[in-house]
């Protein structure tokens, strides 16, 4: 696996380190080096050496927060020890991170991830409200729709059923550890967050559309509307990831026949009445009598926040807090 350095003035690398870690979860071979005003350049390439020698690999990304500055130069230094193991990417953020983190799990080469992360890092600069956008990209995405046509019904698309990526219940539906971290995993072309309540929430719609990864395409349906389109042969070369708020509403559209045969619990808002089983679930009798249900149909539960996060046992969580008024 490559090694990943983040060095930066002051306290930006750990800082940045931890939020990715906060989306992707934690990640390993990957070092926080920081210059420090009282530290000079001996005392920083001191740090960087150290940092590679932990990882026990000449494979090495160096992520610097300034082209030309002393991270950047030292790093430029050690580069030039193993030129065809190592690369530099300055300018790091956060989406840049996590997509750093999400290439490295294919790819085995600093060149090959630093070749493929500056368009994408780029598309995660975004500007809202959209007339500031500036006029070149407007133009592309404008021609892109414009060649978008209509199927005709009846139309048979790869073997005529859509294909779900991931399920997931979410109380925050799309937001940051879905838009990054699931998607990368999971790899789907669009995302469907399916809420009788959302879909006439236009506030919420408009939120969702702007969390969208770039190259993916969002939806926000009613249930109802999710039932048909299973039915519809002409989604049969759509990837989806289904967004759900409850369990309750997964049930409701498995009982009218959409086949959702996994199920990923990643975050259940805590309120009245609820008891807390995890770290981001909190569910009350009625979630538990929907989930045996489910599982009574034959869906499988995938309890994990991220896709790093070790999976957890649903029933197991819940039996733990049978003195708290839950039970089987």
Same mark, same amino acid.
Do not use: C
């Given at each position: 696996? @490559?090694?990943?350095?983040?060095?930066?003035?002051?306290?930006?690398?750990?800082?940045?380190?931890?939020?990715?870690?906060?989306?992707?979860?934690?990640?390993?071979?990957?070092?926080?080096?920081?210059?420090?005003?009282?530290?000079?350049?001996?005392?920083?390439? !001191?740090?960087?050496?150290?940092?590679?020698?932990?990882?026990?690999?000449?494979?090495?990304?160096?992520?610097?927060?300034?082209?030309?500055?002393?991270?950047?130069?030292?790093?430029?230094?050690?580069?030039?020890?193993?030129?065809?193991? +190592?690369?530099?990417? *300055?300018?790091?953020?956060?989406?840049?991170?996590?997509?750093?983190?999400?290439? !490295?799990?294919?790819?085995?080469?600093?060149?090959?991830?630093?070749?493929?992360?500056?368009?994408? *890092?780029?598309?995660?600069?975004?500007?809202? /409200?959209?007339?500031?956008?500036?006029?070149?990209?407007?133009?592309?995405?404008?021609?892109?729709?414009?060649?978008?046509?209509?199927?005709?019904?009846?139309?048979?698309?790869?073997?005529?059923?859509?294909?779900?990526?991931?399920?997931?219940?979410?109380?925050?539906?799309?937001?940051?550890?879905?838009?990054?971290?699931?998607?990368?995993?999971?790899?789907?072309? +669009?995302?469907?967050?399916?809420?009788?309540?959302?879909?006439?929430?236009?506030? !919420?719609?408009?939120?969702?559309?702007?969390?969208?990864?770039?190259?993916?395409?969002?939806?926000?349906? /009613?249930?109802?509307?999710?039932?048909?389109?299973?039915?519809?042969? +002409?989604?049969?070369?759509?990837?989806?990831?289904?967004?759900?708020?409850?369990?309750?509403?997964?049930?409701?559209?498995?009982?009218?026949?959409?086949?959702?045969?996994?199920?990923?619990?990643?975050?259940?808002?805590?309120?009245?009445?609820?008891?807390?089983?995890?770290?981001?679930?909190?569910?009350?009798?009625?979630? @538990?009598?929907?989930?045996?249900?489910?599982?009574?149909?034959?869906?499988?539960?995938?309890? !994990?926040?991220?896709?790093?996060?070790?999976?957890?046992?649903?029933?197991?969580?819940? *039996?733990?807090?049978?003195?708290?008024?839950?039970?089987?």
């Amino acid at each position: 696996m @490559v090694g990943i350095i983040i060095a930066s003035h002051g306290d930006f690398a750990l800082g940045i380190k931890k939020s990715a870690a906060m989306i992707f979860g934690e990640q390993e071979k990957v070092e926080a080096v920081t210059f420090m005003p009282n530290e000079g350049p001996e005392d920083l390439k !001191r740090k960087l050496h150290k940092a590679i020698a932990k990882f026990g690999t000449e494979e090495v990304l160096f992520l610097v927060d300034l082209w030309g500055g002393s991270p950047f130069n030292q790093a430029n230094i050690l580069l030039e020890e193993s030129p065809e193991t +190592r690369a530099i990417i *300055s300018g790091i953020n956060l989406p840049m991170l996590i997509e750093i983190y999400a290439s !490295r799990l294919t790819m085995t080469k600093a060149h090959d991830i630093a070749k493929a992360i500056l368009l994408k *890092s780029q598309e995660s600069v975004k500007v809202t /409200p959209e007339k500031l956008q500036p006029v070149v990209e407007q133009q592309i995405v404008a021609q892109k729709e414009e060649g978008l046509g209509s199927i005709p019904e009846g139309t048979v698309l790869g073997d005529g059923n859509i294909k779900f990526v991931l399920a997931r219940v979410d109380t925050r539906l799309l937001h940051g550890q879905v838009a990054t971290t699931w998607t990368k995993t999971t790899n789907p072309d +669009r995302i469907i967050v399916v809420s009788d309540k959302v879909s006439q929430d236009e506030l !919420r719609k408009k939120l969702i559309e702007q969390a969208t990864p770039p190259g993916v395409k969002s939806h926000v349906i /009613p249930l109802k509307k999710l039932v048909e389109v299973t039915k519809d042969t +002409r989604f049969g070369d759509t990837k989806a990831l289904l967004l759900f708020e409850n369990p309750q509403d997964v049930l409701e559209v498995v009982e009218q026949g959409v086949n959702i045969k996994e199920l990923n619990i990643g975050s259940m808002a805590h309120s009245v009445g609820k008891v807390l089983i995890s770290s981001s679930l909190s569910v009350d009798q009625e979630d @538990v009598n929907t989930y045996k249900k489910l599982a009574d149909l034959g869906v499988k539960f995938d309890v !994990r926040k991220v896709p790093a996060d070790k999976q957890a046992d649903l029933f197991k969580l819940i *039996s733990d807090k049978a003195s708290e008024g839950l039970s089987l």
